[in-house]
Nanobody, 114 residues
Framework: QVQLVESGGDLVQAGGSLRLSCAAS????????MGWYRQAPGKQRELVAR???????YYADSVKGRFTISRENAKNTVYLQMNNLKPEDTAVYYC????????WGQGTQVTVSS
């Protein structure tokens, strides 16, 4: 079993920054990828950013140039640095880990006020 614990969500003004963290624990063997999804009220969950074992990254078009995903392998931790936040970034952000199957965190709320 894999556990994911997210932190860093907060209320911030537009233009501000936040850094989300996600620490994985449990039966960690060989992580294929880690990433972040988000879900805004009334909308489908969407992939925001992903980083693979080979350090290949993906970003949704809506966050390119503003968000940066990184990881710290020794701590099995992934980060999402979010800059120039916009009200439309408001959502619950979920950490995911892919290792055979897909594991999800509980989510952390990010609220951006205008």
């Amino acid at each position: 079993q894999v556990q994911l614990v997210e932190s860093g969500g907060d209320l911030v003004q537009a233009g501000g920054s936040l850094r989300l963290s996600c620490a994985a624990s449990g039966s960690i063997f060989r992580i294929d990828a880690m990433g972040w999804y988000r879900q805004a009220p009334g909308k489908q969950r969407e992939l925001v950013a992903r980083i693979t074992r080979g350090d290949s990254t993906y970003y949704a078009d809506s966050v390119k140039g503003r968000f940066t995903i990184s990881r710290e392998n020794a701590k099995n931790t992934v980060y999402l640095q979010m800059n120039n936040l916009k009200p439309e970034d408001t959502a619950v952000y979920y950490c995911v880990l892919v290792q055979g199957g897909t594991f999800w965190g509980q989510g952390t709320q990010v609220t951006v006020s205008s």
